[in-house]
C-alpha cells in the first residue's frame, strides 16, 4: 500500500515518493498505484483551484472516465456530463462562500484510492475553522481517469455545525431542490467491476 501526503504530492511530487509495485498490479511501464497517486494529486490541485475560485466546479468531471460513478450522501450520480452537472448544482452558495476541501493523507493499494479530507464550512471568530472530516474512496480505470469515486461525509455532523454557526444561504442565491428518491447503490460501475473482486461476486 502506497500512501502520500498533500504536501508531498504538490510539492515534492507523486513520482519520487512511491517505490515499485509488487505482483500481478505492476503495470509494464509504471506501477499503478504511483499512477493513481499522480492523478489523484492533480485531482487535488484542480479542487484547491476550485476552492479558490479560480475554475469552476465542472472542470473536476475532467478527471472521470464517461461511465464513471460519483456518490455522495445526497446518493448516486453516474456518467461524467451528469457528474458534471451535479458538481455545478450541488455548490451553488457553498464554494466562494467560505467552503473548502483541504487534503489531509492519501493512499492507494492496486487501483483503489483511499483519501482523507477536511469540508471546511466556514471561519470563527478566532480564527479556527468549522469542520467535518470526510473520506474519499475512488477507482483509477489509467490514463489519468477515475471510474468511480465515494465520498462519505457524517451529515448529522454537518447539521450540528450549520446550526451551530448559524449558516444561512448567501443573500440572492436559491440553491436547487435534490432529486427525489436518490440511488445509493455504492457498487462499481459494470465495466470495472472487476477492479474490485470482493464486490463482483
Excluded at 121 to 136: A, F
Aim: hydrophobic share 40%; proline share 7%; charged share 25%.
Amino acid at each position: 500500500m502506497k500512501s502520500l501526503t498533500r504536501r508531498q504530492a504538490m510539492v515534492g511530487g507523486a513520482a519520487g515518493l512511491v517505490g515499485a509495485a509488487v505482483g500481478a498490479r505492476a503495470h509494464p511501464e509504471k506501477p499503478v498505484e504511483q499512477e493513481a497517486l499522480q492523478a489523484y494529486a492533480r485531482f487535488v490541485a484542480r479542487r484547491d483551484e476550485v476552492d479558490e475560485g479560480k475554475q469552476p466546479w465542472s472542470v473536476m468531471a475532467d478527471f472521470f472516465t464517461e461511465d464513471a460513478a460519483y456518490i455522495d450522501p445526497a446518493g448516486r450520480v453516474e456518467g461524467r456530463e451528469n457528474i458534471r452537472a451535479f458538481f455545478e448544482w450541488s455548490m451553488i452558495g457553498l464554494t466562494g462562500h467560505g467552503w473548502s476541501t483541504p487534503e489531509n493523507w492519501t493512499m492507494a493499494e492496486g487501483h483503489r484510492v483511499v483519501s482523507q479530507w477536511d469540508q471546511i464550512l466556514g471561519h470563527k471568530e478566532d480564527g479556527t475553522p468549522w469542520m467535518v472530516p470526510g473520506i474519499s474512496v475512488l477507482y483509477y480505470a489509467r490514463d489519468g481517469l477515475f471510474c468511480y469515486s465515494h465520498d462519505t461525509l457524517d451529515m448529522q455532523q454537518i447539521r450540528r455545525t450549520l446550526k451551530a454557526m448559524k449558516w444561512q444561504l448567501p443573500a440572492g442565491i436559491t440553491r436547487p431542490e435534490r432529486p427525489p428518491n436518490p440511488n445509493h447503490d455504492v457498487s462499481l460501475p459494470p465495466a470495472w467491476a472487476h477492479l474490485e473482486p470482493s464486490r463482483s461476486g
